[in-house]
């Protein structure tokens, strides 16, 4: 399946015909952030989040409560660089964007949101606005997230122009024993010992990219991609190899942890000012992105776990 990381609008993403004039449209919207002043992505009631900032926002455009879905719930001060969220409209209200001017309908309601987000002085970027596809879904359709984080390990490393999104780590760390811990978690499995699980969802998921290396300045910098994450997961796997990486703990004890699918104390939670949402992947075919959705809305139960692992891997 041909798939593209959602870094610019796609030509495939357009509106699929239809016989009859649909009840709403959907738009998809690609954002980045810095999560820093922000209690994460979700609303909470007297907190201020990306998700709230959003839509309130898109309150004062389109003169109604708007709801937005996104790709992936980001904690409080984790970042995004390419967060993908959707929401729907109506046709009079996608047709009534432009004002007047020749502009495309997402192009208009971009530049109005660019300009009412000014106030977070640059904090939020809307970077595209698009309408989208039959059947796509912002979270249900993507195919998987990568995801980065930075370390600078021995106080040598610690600066202060760079301390809101990465971690500062004490001791020493050897990339070696990281990248050994890391390679132990690719592949499918119940990560219930480094998720905090929600109920009714699974805690399997597919992870394909783990590794550590350092920057030019010395930085560790780890990359991660899945077809999702579970709440915490990132933090909890980072935290985790982080403890063999500076020696607190024996090689294969990352390992171990994954065969044991028990959460505990024993899991330390990485800084979230490091991690940073890089990307999101969709199929290519706009024709598959609603089939994606249906398929990933379908919970799989634990006992899946050893079956055929080129089956539609899960999302959260």
């Not at 699980?197 to 699974?202: D, F, G, L, W």
């Amino acid at each position: 399946m041909n798939t593209f990381a959602v870094d610019a609008r796609h030509p495939g993403l357009a509106p699929a015909d239809s016989a009859s004039e649909p009840t709403s449209v959907r738009l998809a919207i690609r954002i980045g952030y810095d999560g820093t002043a922000y209690n994460g992505w979700a609303l909470q009631p007297g907190l201020p989040t990306v998700q709230g900032v959003l839509e309130a926002a898109l309150a004062l455009l389109i003169r109604r409560k708007i709801r937005t879905v996104v790709a992936g719930r980001t904690d409080a001060g984790v970042h995004a660089r390419n967060q993908i969220a959707h929401f729907d409209l109506t046709p009079a209200e996608v047709a009534g964007l432009a004002r007047g001017a020749d502009l495309e309908p997402g192009m208009a309601l971009l530049r109005r949101l660019r300009g009412l987000l000014g106030r977070e002085h640059g904090a939020i970027l809307v970077r595209d606005i698009w309408i989208a596809p039959t059947g796509f879904d912002a979270r249900f359709s993507a195919l998987w997230r990568r995801y980065s984080y930075r370390i600078a390990d021995g106080p040598a490393r610690f600066d202060p122009l760079t301390r809101a999104f990465t971690m500062w780590h004490k001791a020493e760390l050897d990339v070696d024993l990281l990248n050994a811990e890391a390679a132990s978690l690719l592949g499918r499995h119940d990560f219930l010992s480094f998720c905090k699980p929600r109920e009714h969802a699974t805690t399997i998921r597919t992870l394909t990219e783990f590794s550590f290396q350092r920057d030019a300045e010395g930085v560790v910098v780890a990359h991660l991609k899945a077809d999702a994450f579970c709440h915490n997961m990132v933090r909890a796997m980072i935290g985790a190899c982080l403890k063999v990486g500076d020696g607190s703990e024996n090689p294969g004890w990352v390992g171990m942890r994954l065969a044991e699918a028990v959460r505990d104390s024993r899991i330390m939670l990485a800084d979230p000012r490091a991690l940073v949402l890089e990307e999101v992947a969709y199929p290519l075919d706009a024709q598959e992105i609603a089939r994606r959705a249906e398929l990933t809305r379908t919970r799989r139960k634990p006992e899946e776990l050893n079956k055929n692992l080129s089956k539609e891997s899960d999302t959260k």
